[in-house]
């Protein structure tokens, strides 16, 4: 793999498993684990909903490139689960082909990721608040596939525990 990979960033949509993966892939590692959603609540003080009703879809786009690109530059070597959204920035897009960077798709269906998601994803995600979850994440994965597979890796998650997908990735890392 690269010899002198700095981080490993994960992106995919909602319900992929990248916050899970990510935790279990720092810990093979030995890095830092960071979530893109977690930052953005600690810098904002407030939680992703309340940020999407009070600021608006467009501001949230904006703190989260903004952040996500400061993660990168200002922290050693981690591990970053992004938001579904993410990719969205093309200045976060350059910056996760970045050399130093190995970005990896978290690829997931639309039922095993609602699935994760659970019962009521409108709670925790504001962009699945429809009347048909299913047809929302479907449609959002139809606009942002194509920015996920410009990463350097694609790795399936159905049916798969994250333990065996981290470690999967863990092993190519070391190899």
């Known amino acids: 793999m690269k010899t002198e990979l700095h981080h490993v960033v994960l992106v995919g949509p909602m319900g992929a498993g990248k916050s899970t993966v990510g935790r279990l892939l720092a810990r093979n590692l030995g890095r830092p ?74 690829a997931v269906s639309a039922d095993e990721a609602l699935r994760r998601i659970g019962w009521n994803p409108a709670a925790s995600r504001p962009l699945l608040a429809t009347e048909d979850p299913a047809a929302r994440w479907n449609l959002l994965l139809s606009e942002r596939e194509a920015l996920y597979r410009q990463c ?3 790795v399936r998650t159905d049916g798969r525990e994250p333990k065996d997908i981290a470690a999967e990735i863990a092993r190519e890392l070391q190899s």
């Open 33 to 106: 684990f960071l979530d893109l959603d977690t930052a953005i609540e600690q810098h904002t003080g407030k939680c992703i909903p309340e940020l999407f009703e009070t600021a608006g879809e467009p501001s949230f786009r904006d703190i989260e490139q903004r952040l996500g690109i400061q993660l990168l530059d200002t922290t050693e070597g981690c591990v970053l689960a992004t938001g579904g959204g993410a990719v969205l920035s093309a200045d976060f897009r350059r910056r996760c082909l970045h050399p130093d960077v190995l970005s990896i798709y978290l």
């Open 152 to 154: 350097a890796r694609t």
